[in-house]
Protein backbone atom coordinates (compact mmCIF):
# COMPACT_ATOMS: atom_id res chain seq x y z
CA UNK A 1 0.00 0.00 0.00
CA UNK A 2 1.16 3.81 -0.67
CA UNK A 3 2.02 5.75 1.82
CA UNK A 4 1.09 9.09 0.63
CA UNK A 5 -0.35 8.57 -2.44
CA UNK A 6 -1.31 11.73 -4.74
CA UNK A 7 -3.94 12.22 -7.48
CA UNK A 8 -3.33 12.71 -10.70
CA UNK A 9 -0.01 12.06 -11.32
CA UNK A 10 -0.11 14.70 -14.45
CA UNK A 11 -2.22 17.30 -15.03
CA UNK A 12 -2.68 19.27 -17.89
CA UNK A 13 -5.12 22.24 -18.26
CA UNK A 14 -5.29 25.73 -19.59
CA UNK A 15 -4.71 28.86 -18.37
CA UNK A 16 -7.90 30.61 -16.39
CA UNK A 17 -9.36 26.78 -14.97
CA UNK A 18 -9.69 25.79 -11.52
CA UNK A 19 -8.28 22.25 -10.48
CA UNK A 20 -7.69 20.33 -7.54
CA UNK A 21 -4.86 17.63 -6.23
CA UNK A 22 -6.07 15.41 -3.80
CA UNK A 23 -3.62 13.70 -1.43
CA UNK A 24 -4.30 10.46 1.33
CA UNK A 25 -1.72 9.22 3.93
CA UNK A 26 -2.26 5.86 5.70
CA UNK A 27 0.59 5.92 7.87
CA UNK A 28 -1.73 7.50 10.85
CA UNK A 29 0.63 10.61 10.73
CA UNK A 30 -0.67 13.93 12.54
CA UNK A 31 0.66 16.71 10.05
CA UNK A 32 0.77 16.72 6.13
CA UNK A 33 2.17 19.68 3.90
CA UNK A 34 2.34 20.98 0.12
CA UNK A 35 5.40 21.30 -1.40
CA UNK A 36 5.79 22.86 -4.78
CA UNK A 37 9.14 22.10 -7.02
CA UNK A 38 9.76 24.69 -9.71
CA UNK A 39 11.95 23.61 -12.92
CA UNK A 40 15.38 24.10 -11.07
CA UNK A 41 14.16 21.52 -8.53
CA UNK A 42 13.90 23.79 -5.74
CA UNK A 43 11.74 22.40 -3.12
CA UNK A 44 9.22 25.20 -1.11
CA UNK A 45 6.88 24.71 1.17
CA UNK A 46 3.47 26.13 0.78
CA UNK A 47 1.16 25.04 3.74
CA UNK A 48 1.18 22.66 6.47
CA UNK A 49 -1.89 21.24 8.20
CA UNK A 50 -1.80 19.51 11.77
CA UNK A 51 -4.70 17.47 12.84
CA UNK A 52 -6.70 19.71 10.14
CA UNK A 53 -5.49 22.90 11.75
CA UNK A 54 -3.32 25.17 9.67
CA UNK A 55 -0.02 26.03 11.01
CA UNK A 56 1.94 27.00 7.75
CA UNK A 57 0.57 29.41 5.06
CA UNK A 58 3.75 30.45 2.83
CA UNK A 59 3.55 33.55 1.13
CA UNK A 60 1.38 31.82 -1.83
CA UNK A 61 -1.40 33.64 -4.12
CA UNK A 62 -4.93 32.96 -2.72
CA UNK A 63 -5.60 31.26 -5.98
CA UNK A 64 -4.11 28.60 -3.84
CA UNK A 65 -6.88 27.15 -0.88
CA UNK A 66 -5.37 23.74 0.81
CA UNK A 67 -8.62 22.10 2.48
CA UNK A 68 -8.01 19.12 5.26
CA UNK A 69 -11.25 17.55 5.42
CA UNK A 70 -9.44 15.00 7.98
CA UNK A 71 -5.48 14.74 9.23
CA UNK A 72 -5.35 11.76 6.70
CA UNK A 73 -6.14 13.84 3.88
CA UNK A 74 -5.06 17.43 2.57
CA UNK A 75 -6.20 19.00 -1.09
CA UNK A 76 -5.13 21.49 -3.02
CA UNK A 77 -7.36 23.83 -4.89
CA UNK A 78 -5.86 26.46 -7.66
CA UNK A 79 -8.25 28.91 -8.52
CA UNK A 80 -7.48 30.98 -12.40
CA UNK A 81 -4.89 29.01 -13.09
CA UNK A 82 -1.76 30.79 -14.45
CA UNK A 83 1.21 30.02 -16.47
CA UNK A 84 4.04 30.12 -13.65
CA UNK A 85 1.62 27.74 -11.65
CA UNK A 86 3.26 24.54 -13.63
CA UNK A 87 5.23 22.89 -11.65
CA UNK A 88 5.91 19.78 -9.46
CA UNK A 89 3.72 19.73 -6.32
CA UNK A 90 4.13 17.35 -3.76
CA UNK A 91 2.58 15.91 -0.24
CA UNK A 92 4.52 15.22 2.62
CA UNK A 93 3.12 13.80 5.74
CA UNK A 94 5.00 13.35 9.05
CA UNK A 95 4.21 12.02 12.05
CA UNK A 96 4.31 15.21 14.37
CA UNK A 97 4.29 18.76 13.33
CA UNK A 98 8.40 19.13 13.47
CA UNK A 99 8.95 16.08 11.25
CA UNK A 100 11.52 15.09 14.26
CA UNK A 101 9.64 12.37 16.19
CA UNK A 102 11.80 9.39 15.95
CA UNK A 103 13.93 8.85 12.74
CA UNK A 104 10.56 9.64 10.40
CA UNK A 105 11.36 13.20 8.74
CA UNK A 106 8.71 13.48 6.04
CA UNK A 107 7.16 10.70 3.93
CA UNK A 108 6.37 12.40 0.57
CA UNK A 109 4.07 11.56 -2.20
CA UNK A 110 5.11 11.02 -5.83
CA UNK A 111 4.35 14.16 -6.92
CA UNK A 112 1.61 15.76 -9.51
CA UNK A 113 3.04 17.41 -12.70
CA UNK A 114 0.58 20.31 -13.22
CA UNK A 115 1.19 21.50 -16.86
CA UNK A 116 -0.49 24.93 -17.53
CA UNK A 117 -0.84 25.90 -21.11
CA UNK B 1 14.03 34.09 3.66
CA UNK B 2 17.04 31.12 5.03
CA UNK B 3 18.82 29.27 1.95
CA UNK B 4 20.38 26.47 2.24
CA UNK B 5 23.27 25.68 -0.48
CA UNK B 6 24.46 22.50 -1.54
CA UNK B 7 27.65 21.59 -3.18
CA UNK B 8 28.74 20.72 -5.67
CA UNK B 9 25.13 21.10 -7.84
CA UNK B 10 25.82 18.23 -9.98
CA UNK B 11 28.80 15.83 -10.09
CA UNK B 12 29.36 12.75 -12.78
CA UNK B 13 31.26 9.86 -11.36
CA UNK B 14 32.12 6.38 -12.10
CA UNK B 15 30.62 3.13 -10.65
CA UNK B 16 32.74 2.50 -7.54
CA UNK B 17 34.23 5.76 -6.64
CA UNK B 18 33.33 7.21 -3.39
CA UNK B 19 31.31 10.86 -3.74
CA UNK B 20 31.12 13.66 -0.91
CA UNK B 21 28.36 16.80 -1.26
CA UNK B 22 27.67 19.43 1.20
CA UNK B 23 25.13 21.63 2.82
CA UNK B 24 25.62 25.50 4.42
CA UNK B 25 23.93 28.04 5.74
CA UNK B 26 24.22 31.29 7.29
CA UNK B 27 22.22 29.99 10.29
CA UNK B 28 22.49 27.65 12.66
CA UNK B 29 19.93 24.54 12.44
CA UNK B 30 18.96 21.86 15.16
CA UNK B 31 18.30 19.01 12.92
CA UNK B 32 19.56 18.30 9.47
CA UNK B 33 17.67 15.58 7.46
CA UNK B 34 19.52 14.50 3.94
CA UNK B 35 16.79 13.24 0.56
CA UNK B 36 17.27 11.46 -2.33
CA UNK B 37 14.98 11.91 -4.89
CA UNK B 38 14.86 9.91 -8.49
CA UNK B 39 13.31 10.70 -11.59
CA UNK B 40 9.40 11.41 -11.68
CA UNK B 41 8.90 10.61 -7.81
CA UNK B 42 8.77 12.12 -4.79
CA UNK B 43 11.92 12.67 -2.41
CA UNK B 44 12.81 9.60 -0.25
CA UNK B 45 14.37 9.98 3.64
CA UNK B 46 18.40 8.73 3.65
CA UNK B 47 19.45 9.59 7.08
CA UNK B 48 18.11 12.44 9.61
CA UNK B 49 20.69 13.84 12.17
CA UNK B 50 19.89 15.65 15.87
CA UNK B 51 23.12 16.30 17.32
CA UNK B 52 26.33 18.79 16.14
CA UNK B 53 28.94 16.15 15.79
CA UNK B 54 26.61 13.54 15.09
CA UNK B 55 28.00 10.94 12.67
CA UNK B 56 25.55 8.25 10.75
CA UNK B 57 25.45 5.77 8.70
CA UNK B 58 22.94 3.75 6.20
CA UNK B 59 24.49 1.12 4.55
CA UNK B 60 26.67 2.91 2.18
CA UNK B 61 25.60 6.38 3.22
CA UNK B 62 27.20 8.43 6.30
CA UNK B 63 25.94 11.81 6.59
CA UNK B 64 27.28 14.09 9.17
CA UNK B 65 26.07 17.30 11.73
CA UNK B 66 28.61 19.70 11.54
CA UNK B 67 30.22 21.39 14.62
CA UNK B 68 29.04 24.45 13.81
CA UNK B 69 25.16 23.39 13.69
CA UNK B 70 25.52 25.68 10.43
CA UNK B 71 26.63 22.30 7.70
CA UNK B 72 26.19 18.76 6.94
CA UNK B 73 28.04 16.71 4.87
CA UNK B 74 26.98 13.34 3.18
CA UNK B 75 29.19 10.79 1.74
CA UNK B 76 28.32 7.45 -0.65
CA UNK B 77 30.95 5.05 -0.61
CA UNK B 78 31.53 2.62 -3.69
CA UNK B 79 28.96 4.46 -5.77
CA UNK B 80 26.51 2.54 -8.03
CA UNK B 81 24.38 3.10 -11.37
CA UNK B 82 21.51 3.32 -8.91
CA UNK B 83 22.55 5.93 -6.68
CA UNK B 84 21.59 8.55 -9.15
CA UNK B 85 19.65 10.75 -8.14
CA UNK B 86 19.22 14.16 -7.07
CA UNK B 87 20.11 14.51 -2.68
CA UNK B 88 18.84 17.09 -0.89
CA UNK B 89 19.49 18.44 3.05
CA UNK B 90 16.60 19.98 4.29
CA UNK B 91 17.25 21.62 7.89
CA UNK B 92 15.22 23.07 10.86
CA UNK B 93 16.17 25.73 13.20
CA UNK B 94 14.53 26.00 16.60
CA UNK B 95 11.36 28.22 16.76
CA UNK B 96 10.39 27.10 13.38
CA UNK B 97 7.75 24.82 12.41
CA UNK B 98 9.02 23.66 8.39
CA UNK B 99 12.15 22.41 7.20
CA UNK B 100 14.29 24.63 4.80
CA UNK B 101 15.68 22.40 1.46
CA UNK B 102 18.62 22.90 0.15
CA UNK B 103 18.75 23.67 -3.50
CA UNK B 104 20.36 19.73 -4.39
CA UNK B 105 22.64 17.64 -5.99
CA UNK B 106 22.48 16.10 -9.13
CA UNK B 107 24.82 13.01 -9.49
CA UNK B 108 24.69 11.11 -12.16
CA UNK B 109 26.88 7.44 -12.49
CA UNK B 110 29.18 6.37 -15.02
CA UNK B 111 29.01 2.45 -15.48
Known amino acids: DTAVSQTPKYLVTQMGNDKSIKCEQNLGHDTMYWYKQDSKKFLKIMFS???????INETVPNRFSPKSPDKAHLNLHINSLELGDSAVYFC????????????????FGSGTRLTVV | GQQLNQSPQSMFIQEGEDVSMNCTSSSIFNTWLWYKQDPGEGPVLLIALYKAGELTSNGRLTAQFGITRKDSFLNISASIPSDVGIYFC???????????FGTGTRLKVLA
Open chain 2, 90 to 100: AGLSSGTYKYI
Open chain 1, 49 to 55: YNNKELI
Open chain 1, 92 to 107: ASSQDFLGVQGNYGYT
